[in-house]
Structure formats: structure tokens, C-alpha cells
Nanobody
Framework: QVQLVESGGGLVQPGGSLRVSCATS????????MTWVRQAPGKGLEWVSD????????YYADFVKGRFTISRDKAKNTLYLQMDSLESEDTALYFC??????????WGQGTQVIVSA
């Protein structure tokens, strides 16, 4: 059974940092591109970042470039998103997703990030 479980969200002040994680199981993690997407209150899903199979290539939405870093640990089957210089606009539910044939076929339940003073 494919499982993706996010963790690490919380409340952080503007300018602060947070690292969210996505622990995976039930599939060969190293065979898939992985993605972070987010959903702000009252808004639709928003793509944040992708990482390729071996972690050598990463891709970011313009609004997080230079502030967020995606990575993966193949030994732990875990995906990460390091978020620095957080802004109130980054407040959202953050989801990890597995990519397959150009679409997202498995999702986690999300972890809440709140950026507020």
C-alpha cells in the first residue's frame, strides 16, 4: 500500500525557517519524481517544487526560488522541503505527491504551515 506521510509543519514567525518531511512506504521511492504542492486558505492547489529520481535536478515555483530547498534521502525513503525566509503568504497546507506519467497519483494528508507574528 502506497503511503506518504507529511510532518514538521507548525507556527513560525515571518523570516523564520521550517523543514517539512514526507515519509514514504509501499513503493520504490527511488523510482519516482516527487513533488511538493500547497494550498493556502481559500485558494486552490499551487505547485511548489519537484525533484528528480536521484535528486540531481530540482525545480521551483518563482515565488519560492532562493528560499525553499527540496531534497530526498533514498536511504530513508523520505522527501524534504527546507523553507527559509518564510513569509505570511507561505501559510498553507503542504502536501507531498508522487509523480507518475506526468500526473500525481499518490498524495499525503498534508502538514499545516502557519507564518505569523
Amino acid at each position: 500500500q502506497v503511503q506518504l506521510v507529511e510532518s514538521g509543519g507548525g507556527l513560525v514567525q515571518p523570516g523564520g525557517s521550517l523543514r517539512v518531511s514526507c515519509a514514504t512506504s509501499g513503493f520504490t521511492f527511488n523510482n519516482y519524481y516527487m513533488t511538493w504542492v500547497r494550498q493556502a486558505p481559500g485558494k486552490g492547489l499551487e505547485w511548489v517544487s519537484d525533484i528528480n529520481i536521484d535528486g540531481s535536478r530540482t525545480y521551483y515555483a518563482d515565488f519560492v526560488k532562493g528560499r525553499f530547498t527540496i531534497s530526498r534521502d533514498k536511504a530513508k525513503n523520505t522527501l524534504y522541503l527546507q523553507m527559509d525566509s518564510l513569509e505570511s503568504e507561505d501559510t498553507a497546507l503542504y502536501f507531498c505527491a508522487r509523480q507518475r506519467e506526468g500526473s500525481f497519483d499518490s498524495w499525503g494528508q498534508g502538514t499545516q504551515v502557519i507564518v505569523s507574528a
